[in-house]
């Protein structure tokens, strides 16, 4: 990566007795970047967001800030700061108290505090009468705003978001998360966000991770996660996806496992008795008109249609018993009824082969 | 949606009711202390308000309501201070014995006071300590300072641990979380339990009767008095130990009222 790395984990390794949540990671962290780390529950981005804030210790592995070792410093002596998924606003304290809380641990005057707070508010456009408003009668979308504001009065020189948007509703969620990218281009600060929701890592992101059981498994733009995953999982993590077990014939030439997939000329890299999952994501699947040729083809037996708006699912079923998904734009629905056999048929420059060990 | 009129008389009547079982006899006392009569009989025949001055004159009267302040008041310090921090280790931290700890420390609300006493007792003459009523205030506070552990702990249930994270994230050290996050938060659980410890002890009348020694509470002297050598101040400075418990009664919540109105009306930005 050009740009400089900020913060480093060198095989940072967290067990709670005898339950590994965190299995030896290491990631490089660039200055600027917006990084989310996205992953199932349980999968240990909690954790990890707490070893970088802080708030935990790893069991073993190092970490560092732009060069310098942090591994066992406590979050209030860390140059970084945590948006809370509850918030953690002080329920105690009005708008203005909480966005000055940094400012006033800090040591600043009033008069600085105040005139720090109506920036950010303005910042974040929030009206300046929200000054002395009670947190607790602000709205869900307000509360985000504060809770940004205040992290940001800290002047972190990293922020870090424990999926402070999950519970909002979808609008405002969409809203905060145009806003938040915004932000990031305004201020230049890394941020490094967690979330369960892939669609949330990539409205946002510069580059996304992808964690599971502990350990991150692929990292990248959205573009490049979304187009080579790594593997199964992050493939079917990544939206909808059709996943066919092939075995290569030699010459580059391959055969389905679970079902005939008709191969014309063009060839994978892959050895002979080599076995390997071929991937294609729905909207790269065509239905073959008569005489139409593709990469490769197949026929099924169309199953189910779904309207998803913008765009048209089809399920088709295949002499195996599998399904099959096939997305359309809606001004190119494909016309046809329940129980039509179907040719379907995808070019392999679309597709992307998995090899898992 | 408005009730039948036959469930708005039984709810009626149901308040009559209570409020007489629960403050009858209590006026009763009151009425009581402004007879004139040297002997406690009802109907009151002439009233006087003499047995208030005499009381007040009353050397005797004014030790035992100096040594129950006394007793009550360091029993309300220690068990505001031990239930705080007790509070938080029931309530908000994680550790290994919390569980054991969550139980045990309840446990003693539930003993027999006079058991209690009578075991303290035994204790200090094992120890060969002469119960005075410093003794007292270390008796009272086997069972007061639980009570007021579970009052602040109530209070600290409701609150986000994220909330000293947060704090703790922005740079603050322990004392500052302390400070301005733990306490004011946890304040009106504070105030109610310092009410409970100040009340429970100022009235507490088998554990001071166990372990004052030759010292006297104000409970204790009414209860001896009516066992032997009945004095006509006990209907008065039996009111008299009420009346303070109302004052101070009163007193918190409107200092709980006006905590709060400052804080709301604290927009300045100082905390």
Known sequence: MASQTVLRLEGVTKRFGSFTALDSITLDIADGEFLTIVGPSGSGKTTMIRLLAGMDAPSSGEIYLSGNRITHLPANKRPTCMVFQSLALFPHRTVGQNIEFPLKIRGLDRAARRARAMELLQ???????????????????????????????FDP????????????????????????????????????????????????????AIMRSGRIVQTGTAAEIYNTPKDRFVAEFMGEVNLFPVEGTGGGHFKGLAEPLQAGTATLALDAAARATLMVRPEFVRFLAPGEMADCSLEGELHNEFALGSRVQYEVGLPGGRALTVEKLAEARFDGNYGDHVTLGFDLAHSHLIREA | MPHKPITRAALLVYGILTLLVLYLPIAAIAFASFSKARYLSFPIERYTSQWYGKALESSTVSDLIVTSFKVAFAVMLVSVVAGFFGALAFARYRWRFRGVFQKFVLLPIFFPQA???????????????????????????????????????????????????????????????????????????????????????????????????????????????????????????GSMTLALSLILLLASAACIRLTGRRRRRANGGEG
């Not at chain 1, 405002?172 to 932000?183: D, F, H, N, V, Y």
């Not at chain 2, 909330?163 to 603050?172: C, H, N, S, V």
């Not at chain 2, 010292?215 to 009414?222: I, N, S």
């Open chain 1, 123 to 153: 910042l974040l456009r929030l009206p300046a009468g929200y000054y002395g408003k009670g947190v607790m009668q602000c709205s869900g979308g307000e509360r985000q705003r504060v809770a940004l504001a205040r992290a940001l009065a």
């Open chain 1, 157 to 208: 020189e990293i922020l870090f978001f424990d999926e402070p948007l999950s519970a909002l509703d979808y609008r405002l969620r969409k809203t905060l998360e145009k806003e938040l990218r915004a932000l990031h281009r305004q201020t230049g600060k890394t941020f490094v966000y967690i979330t369960h929701s892939l669609e949330e890592a990539m409205a946002m992101s510069d580059r996304i």
């Open chain 2, 115 to 237: 058991v209690l006493g009578l075991a303290l007792l035994m204790w200090f003459n094992a120890i060969g300590v002469t119960p005075t009523w410093q003794t007292a205030i270390a008796a009272h506070l086997v069972w007061i300072a639980p009570i007021a552990t579970l009052v602040i702990a109530i209070r600290a249930y409701g609150f986000d641990p994220a909330l000293e994270e947060a704090a703790r994230d922005m740079g603050a050290g322990y004392w500052q979380i302390l400070r301005e996050i733990t306490l004011p938060l946890l304040w009106p659980g504070v105030v109610s339990a310092g009410l409970f410890a100040f009340l429970l002890s100022w009235g507490n009348f088998p554990l001071s009767l166990f372990t004052t020694g030759a010292d006297l509470t104000l409970p204790e002297w009414l209860y001896a008095k009516m066992v032997s050598g009945y004095s006509p101040l006990v209907p008065s400075v």
